[in-house]
């Protein structure tokens, strides 16, 4: 992804799990730090840190094969992309980060954690606090 495609492009991480989800070969990849993805991750992906991206060849063999990359916001995974074309990769699609994902998560705590469900928690978290007696409700 380039500078302009920052500007011109108008898809979002949903669309690009969209069309990930009906490519057969497809790798989804999670670039940010082993912590960052045991804490949550989108179903399916795989946890390849930025800083480990040179050593993917031997994971991710086929260099035609599509890879969708994820970060939190999208830096990072632009970075990772740079790196797999350079690597040879051909078909490398930056989908940005996973702050705009609006599915369910896998792994540490986050399974299922929709922003409908989080909201439900925190209704529920409050009613058991003795001392948010009287403060304002959570909406």
Not at 103 to 115: D, I, L, P, W, Y
């Amino acid at each position: 992804m380039g500078l302009l495609d920052r500007f011109t492009n108008k898809k979002d991480i949903n669309e690009y799990l969209r069309e990930f989800r009906a490519e057969q070969q497809a790798v989804l990849i999670d670039v940010r730090e082993k912590k960052e993805f045991a804490a949550g991750h989108i179903p399916r992906s795989r946890s390849i840190p930025l800083a480990q991206i040179e050593k993917s060849e031997s994971s991710l063999p086929d260099k035609n094969v599509p890879l969708y990359v994820y970060c939190e916001k999208g830096g990072r995974s632009a970075k990772a992309c740079e790196k797999l074309r350079k690597m040879g990769y051909t078909r490398v699609i930056n989908i940005g980060g996973i702050e705009k994902y609006t599915g369910k998560r896998e792994g540490g705590g986050a399974k299922n954690r929709t922003v409908s469900n989080m909201k439900a928690q925190a209704i529920q978290k409050q009613k058991q606090e003795p001392w948010n007696k009287g403060m304002p409700k959570v909406r």
